[in-house]
């Protein structure tokens, strides 16, 4: 299985950090945020990564190169302006080939174990869900019988991470703008999605705050 990381968000809340610097390589206990990503892809196994980038993208390339430092094989899928999730991993599509791959947010800051995510068979999404943030209290969607569900007892929220069918895709337009929800909603109605619930660590790294916070956490961690 291939892995994509997103990476072409403009970061307009990390201001002015995003301002020089793009919010992927922005650092945490050392180490750009999507370095933490490739190691731990690398670590699971996976050995080809794609990721897309829009602003100050040429700055993401030159900092992770191929990916040999990783044991990985990193291509790119530039964009001349951000075209959203759906949209920029329906770009990349032909980087990713015609079987599911896993997706994760270059923003976000996850301990999973990337090697137990599956797609059950004949579905198109698999999310991992996780616990509602204090910024994002109503959560995204629920888990029912293992599948994702618009609503329920209690939502969650929506990690960043998913492995995705390519077929999801089939209906947009490569180098158009395209949300990823409206896709989702649609396999939820035709019960092709599916959940799981992840209570280990993740951070959503969308305010400087955040940053500071998790850089100190994790630096403690090290000493």
């Known amino acids: ?20 610097t793009p919010k992927p390589l922005l650092s945490v206990g050392g180490k750009p945020l999507i370095v933490w990503h490739l190691e731990r892809l ?106 994702l569900k618009n609503d329920g007892v209690a939502k969650l929220t929506f990690s960043g991470v998913g492995i995705y069918h390519p077929d999801l895709f089939a209906s947009l337009v490569p180098g158009k703008p395209a949300k990823l929800a409206p896709l989702l909603r649609q396999a939820i109605a035709n019960n092709l999605a599916s959940a799981q619930h992840y209570q280990g660590v993740w951070h959503d790294i969308g305010t400087p705050e955040r940053l500071y916070s998790l850089d100190a956490e994790l630096k403690v961690k090290t000493l």
Request: cysteine-free.
């Open 1 to 20: 299985m291939k892995a994509m990381i997103l990476a072409a968000g403009r970061g307009e809340r990390m201001r002015p950090l995003t301002d020089q």
């Open 42 to 147: 690398a670590k699971a196994g996976f050995k080809e990564v794609v990721i897309n980038h829009a602003h100050l993208g040429a700055q993401i390339e030159q900092a992770l190169g191929d990916g040999k430092s990783w044991d990985l094989k990193i291509q790119y899928s530039p964009e001349k302006i951000a075209l959203e999730t759906a949209g920029g991993i329906a770009n990349a599509l032909p980087l990713l080939g015609s079987v599911p791959f896993l997706v994760v947010n270059g923003d976000t800051f996850i301990e999973i174990d990337f090697v137990s995510l599956k797609l059950p068979p004949n579905h198109l999404a698999h999310l991992v869900l996780v616990d509602n943030p204090a910024q994002h209290p109503q959560g995204d969607f629920a888990i029912e019988d293992g599948l």
